[in-house]
């Protein structure tokens, strides 16, 4: 039991330092994705008031940069508070945690589903295709992200019968 | 109630893992496709060299990544525990390979293509995800010991 507790603090200890640097990771990756985006949409809305006329094939792909870069970015910030968070308290399985968790899975889930099916829409093309409208990738991440929420709720029961333990 | 609470969460993990095993084993299957045009030349005969080094590790990684995930879900399914040494060494491995999936095709690139190549890296989403899984593997430690304790006390 006293081996368990040294254990269990030497890891807090080791979750503490580990957040603190992805922390400051996610955040600077969330800033640069930002940046990103939104030099990528002045550059089509310049394009599109100074020549009146950008090709659809350039247009839609732009758009669809434009949504990619905005979830990236809002879950990269997520992320980088959720390890903020777990750099200050040591405990991985917090409330707030598995909720951002949560909330990282299902925004990447609507990025798969959305992205080409608005960059279709705003650019009325004729590009689009099921494997469009179903990009297994980001689906199967969101997926995993959701289901990690799952195994960290277990993982908070445990720590609550740790505690009571205790 | 507790233990009732356990449980239905172990079923819903043993169901939700089966589905994501199932999932990463397309996945697989897509990549190995890709590494096989890639490698016979019949997939991006537009390409330069360059790029065409840097699909061919990704595609080889992804499948090694996606067969992992594969075997690491099907684990979970038929047990039902997420926090096992086995598959704490099974993500500590596909972040290791995630990592290897950024740097290889920078070492790779290095001498013909010089300082782009470290431009690569860099850019990688790779390098994200890999510290994320190591960082994840070090909560699934965390969460055996109190899995062990839990195990214990009972």
């Known amino acids: 039991m006293a081996q368990n507790e040294r254990n269990k603090k030497d890891v807090t200890e080791k979750l503490r330092t580990g ?18 985006g939104i030099f990528q949409l002045i550059t089509l809305v310049s394009a599109r008031v100074s020549a009146n006329a950008v090709p659809w094939w350039t247009a839609y792909d732009s758009i669809q940069r434009i949504f990619e870069a905005g979830f990236l970015a809002a ?9 903020r968070r777990i750099s200050f308290s040591g405990m991985p399985f917090e409330e707030k945690t598995i909720r951002s968790v949560r909330t990282i899975g299902i925004l990447c889930i609507i990025q798969g589903l959305c992205s080409h099916l608005a960059a279709s829409l705003l650019t009325l093309s004729p ?23 799952k195994m960290m709720k277990y993982g908070a029961m445990l720590q609550i019968e740790s505690d009571e333990t205790l | 109630m507790e233990q009732n609470k356990k449980n239905q969460i172990i079923r819903k993990i043993r169901t939700c893992s089966l589905v994501i ?10 990549n190995g496709i890709a590494l096989y045009q890639c490698i016979n030349g019949t997939l991006g005969l537009s390409m330069t060299e360059t790029d065409i080094t840097r699909i061919t590790v990704g595609y080889g990684f992804g499948l090694a990544i996606m067969l992992l995930s594969a075997v690491l879900f099907f684990t979970m399914s038929r047990s039902g525990l997420p926090f096992t040494k086995k598959k704490i060494i099974l993500v500590l491995l596909i972040g290791a390979l995630l990592l290897l999936n950024a740097l290889v095709p920078t070492v790779i690139l290095f001498p013909s293509i010089g300082i782009k190549a470290v431009l690569y890296l860099v850019t990688s989403s790779s390098l994200l995800e890999s510290l994320m899984f190591l960082f994840a ?10 899995q062990q304790e839990s195990d214990e006390t009972l």
């Open chain 1, 19 to 36: 957040s603190k640097g992805l922390w400051i990771a996610f955040a600077a990756c969330a800033l640069l994705t930002a940046i990103w």
């Open chain 1, 75 to 83: 879950m990269l910030l997520i992320a980088a508070f959720m390890f």
């Open chain 1, 127 to 149: 590009q689009f295709a099921l494997t469009d409208l179903f990009p297994m990738q980001i689906i199967a991440e969101g997926m995993v992200f959701l289901f990690a929420e």
């Open chain 2, 21 to 30: 095993s199932v999932f990463c084993l397309v996945l697989a299957a897509f």
């Open chain 2, 137 to 146: 593997a070090l909560i699934m430690y965390y969460a055996s010991i109190l």
